[in-house]
């Protein structure tokens, strides 16, 4: 019955279009990250970069009330969309395994997507936006290192998320996020573009991850919770390192390909 109920929903054309919509609210909060990864690069580490900084940085422009609510609109409508996803989506996909490791994914994107809105939704009611997301991140960890064998958790957590990284590395130099692509649906000029933001996108998100899977080991490591951090520390982390600043713009670009991408991936993912 659930199964049925979801399948109706995912069909539904007005959910199917404000999905699409929240995928493209969601590229639009990787082209702010970009943007504040690029002010950190060049010495600005004043600023949040991650997603929230990205809503952040969004409230406090002239029309940042209204912004914010169309973003938090299309963040819920992309965090739903990705539930479905989770539920009874990936059909084209032949083999099980990869179909549900697929369907995993949605899920850790679904709640990203419904997690950001609410914060967008803090922000503009003046409600507060609570933690930043390295504060979480060294919350959670810490909690997981007071737990017996707590050490031992976290590095198992940071080797899941380093599997991720390169998972999406791997993602994006082969190019199979294009099996997800109806590419037809897509202007012939512009197919081989999508590819390429994918690749840059895919390979620049997996590095940023990888980063925050190495923080957690560290934080394993010698049990120090402070150790942990989110995409922001990543980033701040990346620039922090020889040759940091270059490293961290080709980064940002990445993620900005990836944001152009969400665009393109908005019209023609497959449902």
């Not at 690069?41 to 009330?65: C, H, I, P, R, Y």
């Not at 369907?103 to 990203?112: D, E, L, T, Y």
């Not at 997301?133 to 590095?155: C, D, F, H, I, Y």
Request: proline share 1%.
């Amino acid at each position: 019955m659930v199964a049925i109920s979801a399948q109706r929903a995912k069909n539904n054309g007005a959910v199917q279009v404000l999905g699409r919509i929240g995928m493209g609210c969601y590229g639009v909060v990787h082209l702010i990250v970009a943007y504040l990864a690029l002010r950190v690069a060049f010495g600005d580490s004043g600023e949040q970069a991650d997603q929230k900084g990205a809503l952040q940085e969004v409230g406090a422009t002239s029309f940042g009330a209204i912004v914010l609510w169309v973003l938090a609109i299309g963040l819920f409508a992309y965090g739903l969309w990705q539930f479905m996803m989770a539920a009874i989506g990936f059909q084209w996909v032949q083999k099980k395994g990869k179909r549900t490791r697929k369907r995993i994914g949605s899920v850790a994107r679904g709640i990203i997507g419904i997690s950001l809105g609410v914060y967008a939704v803090r922000l503009v009611t003046g409600s507060g936006g609570g933690q930043s997301g390295n504060q979480g991140q060294q919350e959670w960890t810490g909690k997981l290192l007071s737990l017996p064998a707590g050490r031992v958790l976290v590095a198992i957590v940071a080797a899941i998320v380093i599997g991720v990284a390169v998972g999406e590395i791997v993602r994006g130099v082969k190019r199979s996020f294009l099996q997800d692509l109806n590419l037809d649906e897509l202007p012939a000029g512009t197919q081989r573009w999508v590819r390429r933001l994918g690749f840059f996108g895919y390979i620049a998100k997996g590095v940023v991850l990888g980063i925050v899977g190495i923080l957690l080991g560290i934080a394993a490591f010698q049990s120090d919770a402070k150790e942990a951090g989110g995409l922001d520390r990543a980033l701040k982390t990346l620039a922090a390192q020889p040759f940091g600043t270059i490293a961290l713009v080709l980064v940002a670009v990445g993620l900005a390909a990836f944001g152009v991408y969400c665009f393109a991936a908005a019209r023609a993912h497959k449902s």
